[in-house]
C-alpha cells in the first residue's frame, strides 16, 4: 500500500528557501504507474498544485500562480525513494500545509497523500 | 493556468441531494476526461470520491455520482448524510503532468 510521508522545518524565514522531503513506501518511486506531486494548503483556504515530477526526472512544475512557479525545484532521488520540493524567497503569504501526493498516471488524480506538513513563514 | 470554479458553499436536509458545478476550460475539464473529486473533513487529509469524471474508488457509496459536460465537471451527492457535511474540491488534468484544483466548496448538511 503506498504511503507518503512529508519532512522538514515547520518554521521559515521571510527571503529564505523552504525545503521539504517526501519518503514513499509501500511502491518503488520509480514505478510507472504513478508521479509525484505537491500541493498546497493556507490556512482555512483552499489546494492549490504546485508541480510534480516522474521518477525519470521530467519537472512539469506548473503552478497555478505565475510567481510560485519561477521559485519551485522539484527533484527525485530514486536510491532514497524519496522527492524534494525547494521554494525559494518565500514570504508569509507561503504559510500553508504542504501535502507530498502520489498522482495516479494515466488517470491523473491523487490515490494517496502524505499526512501534510505545516509550514510557517515568519521571522 | 487559474483555478477551476466552484461555488463556495451548497446545502441540503438530510436525505436530499446536493450537486456541485466545477466550471474550467478546453485547456483542463473540456479537453481530458480526468476530472477529480476530493473530500475534505476539517483537519483532515483529502480523499479521493471520484476519478476519471465518474469512478468510484472502492469504499466510496455509490450515494456519490460525477458527470462532465464540455467544460463542466458536476459531482451530485444523494441521500445526504451528516457524515458527507465537508469541503469537497475538483481536480482536472490540465497538461505535462501537472494538476489543478477548483477552490473548494463547503457542504453543509442541514
Known amino acids: 500500500q503506498l504511503q507518503l510521508q512529508e519532512s522538514g522545518p515547520g518554521l521559515v524565514k521571510p527571503s529564505e528557501t523552504l525545503s521539504l522531503t517526501c519518503t514513499v513506501s509501500?511502491?518503488?518511486?520509480?514505478?510507472?504507474?504513478?508521479?509525484w506531486g505537491w500541493i498546497r494548503q493556507p490556512p482555512g483556504k483552499g489546494l492549490e498544485w504546485i508541480g510534480s515530477i516522474f521518477y525519470s526526472g521530467n519537472n512539469y512544475s506548473k503552478p497555478s500562480h505565475p510567481s510560485l512557479k519561477s521559485r519551485v525545484t522539484i527533484s527525485v532521488d530514486t536510491s532514497k525513494n524519496q522527492f524534494s520540493l525547494r521554494l525559494n524567497s518565500v514570504t508569509a503569504a507561503d504559510t500553508a500545509v504542504f501535502y507530498c501526493?502520489?498522482?495516479?498516471?494515466?488517470?491523473?488524480?491523487?490515490?494517496?497523500w502524505g499526512q501534510g506538513t505545516l509550514v510557517t513563514v515568519s521571522s | 493556468q487559474s483555478a477551476l470554479t466552484q461555488p463556495p458553499s451548497a446545502s441540503g436536509s438530510p436525505g436530499q441531494s446536493v450537486t456541485i458545478s466545477c466550471i474550467g476550460t478546453s485547456s483542463d475539464i473540456g479537453g481530458y476526461n480526468f476530472v477529480s473529486w476530493y473530500q475534505q473533513h476539517p483537519g483532515k487529509v483529502p480523499k479521493v470520491m471520484i476519478y476519471e469524471v465518474s469512478q468510484r474508488p472502492s469504499g466510496v457509496p455509490d450515494r456519490f455520482f460525477g458527470s462532465k459536460s464540455g467544460n463542466t465537471a458536476s459531482l451530485t451527492v444523494s441521500g445526504l448524510q451528516a457524515e458527507d457535511e465537508a469541503d469537497y474540491y475538483c481536480?482536472?488534468?490540465?497538461?505535462?503532468?501537472?494538476?489543478?484544483f477548483g477552490g473548494g466548496t463547503k457542504v453543509t448538511v442541514l
Open positions: 481536480s482536472s488534468y490540465a497538461d505535462n503532468n501537472n494538476l489543478v
Open positions: 509501500g511502491v518503488s518511486i520509480s514505478s510507472s504507474n504513478y508521479y
Open positions: 501526493a502520489g498522482v495516479r498516471r494515466f488517470a491523473d488524480y491523487v490515490s494517496s
